[in-house]
């Protein structure tokens, strides 16, 4: 369970450990820590060893296969997946099967990864702490008192937890890197348009992006090898070019120019924890050290992102959730309706959370007449002015660094009563989406026992570049090797704290 997902891979193609000895292995690990995290809310054994004996038995005949074949992977409840039941963690959705396959599941296919289960997320993706799953919460495994992030942290905690060596997740306002820095992993955003997102069940069209995580650089690059490139199924899809990934990772950083955005530490008068400017601080200094000149760098619309995203995210879910009625497919009331709009209201009222509701209410009044100008049409114009700070930024830096969350894990129901504090969380990762951007996050440090993570933006479709500076920083730093719970031959939190005690912070 200690293997990264490119060691399991390398063992399988030699046949020094079947994949069927490791999907085991994963998933004992699963019966063994899941009554805490609850990272998983459908486990599919039965698939993942019938998966993982195919694997097997085409290594036996001798097939050359991918890199990853037969290494176990978690997915986010949020792909459609033949066969197996998709929810969105929400209970309108409880029972929907889907008939086809996403693209990327398709191409995970292809590659030979093998299904462990759904991961738990925030309805619809809708939250950053996973607390709107309408299956309860996941336990960030560093603290089981506290948040993993959302809305992919039921990929995160399954990481950290050991449960997997690869999770898919997406990331409308930062699902992916938020839930990854509290965890201590790894979590990709592609640019938007470099992974296809048909058969995603949609949030927020023009934010929505499917991507990687791992709990090391190497394992993401490798999979976003496997997920990246054109899908004609996709029509926001990029006809681009797509590069090795793993053959870049050692190239050298060192005329790397870095930017380092002073907007990203403070929102509105509120600084940033003094623990987390601090890690990325001296992740900078890291990168100066490796011969990369870094210098600071402004984007100043980014006090507007928090508004903007909440007009243009709930406007986009309330067009895209309008689909669930209770007539083609997902919950129907029980109850019997005295015509179609009290059969819609009842379904959606017992069919959707609060957090869901919220935001489809928020949007329909941006969209509604009369107002549309006032709000989407002027959230769209400044959401330009964003991705014009990154253009003029990216005219004289090659990457920007920024913390990825503007606090430690906060512990549950912390946040649950206060919406605005909660979204406030995404503040670091939302522009990043607004640009279309590629970002990524990986553990720059700890306190207080646990993980804090560091943010490298890129280039439109230059995640080769994201993830060279990134692999570099995890060979300087090395905090991504350090795991929580009863970790086997690790000391986890324990062994945290030890290292804070010497002042390595």
Known sequence: MLLTAAEAGRLIAAR????????????????????????????????????????????????????????????????????????????????????????????????????????????????????????????????????????????????????????????????????????????????YGRVSRYGLVAFASSLDQIGPMARDVRDCALLLQVLAGHDPLDSTSIAAAVPDYAAVLEDSVKDLRVGVPTEFFEYRGSRVSGEVEDAVRAAARVFEGLGAACDEVSTPHLQYVIPVYYIIAPAEASSNLARYDGVAYGHRTPRGAADVIELYEETREEGFGPEVKRRIMLGTYALSAGYYDAYYLKASQVRTLIRRDFEKAFENHDLLVAPVTPSLPFRLGEKTDDPVQMYISDVCTIAANMAGLPAISIPAGYADGLPIGLQIIGKPLDEATVLRAAYAFQQAADFHRLAPLDAPGRDGVRAVVAWERRGQR
Not at 73 to 81: G, Y
Not at 112 to 126: P, Y
Not at 143 to 154: C, E, I, N, Q, T
Request: aromatic share 4%; charged share 20%; with cysteine.
């Open 16 to 191: 020094e450990l079947s994949s069927v000895e490791l999907t085991r292995a994963c998933l004992e690990r699963m019966r063994t820590v899941e009554g805490d995290v609850h990272a998983f809310v459908r486990v599919t054994d039965d698939l993942a060893l019938s998966q993982a004996a195919e694997i097997d038995r085409r290594m036996a005949a001798g097939e050359n296969l991918g890199p990853l074949a037969g290494v176990p992977i978690a997915l986010k409840d949020i792909l459609c997946t033949r066969g197996v039941p998709t929810t969105c963690c929400s209970r309108i959705l409880e029972n929907y099967v889907p008939p086809y396959d996403a693209t990327v599941i398709q191409r995970l296919k292809q590659a030979g990864l093998v299904f462990l289960g759904k991961t738990n997320m925030d309805e619809f993706a809708m939250g950053s702490s996973t607390e709107n799953s309408a299956f309860g919460p996941t336990h960030n495994p560093w603290d089981l008192a506290r948040v993993p992030g959302g809305s992919s942290g039921g990929s995160a905690a399954a990481l950290a937890a050991l449960e997997a060596p690869l999770a898919i997740g997406t990331d409308t306002g930062g699902s992916i890197r938020q839930p990854a820095a509290f965890c201590g992993v790894t979590g990709l955003k592609p640019t």
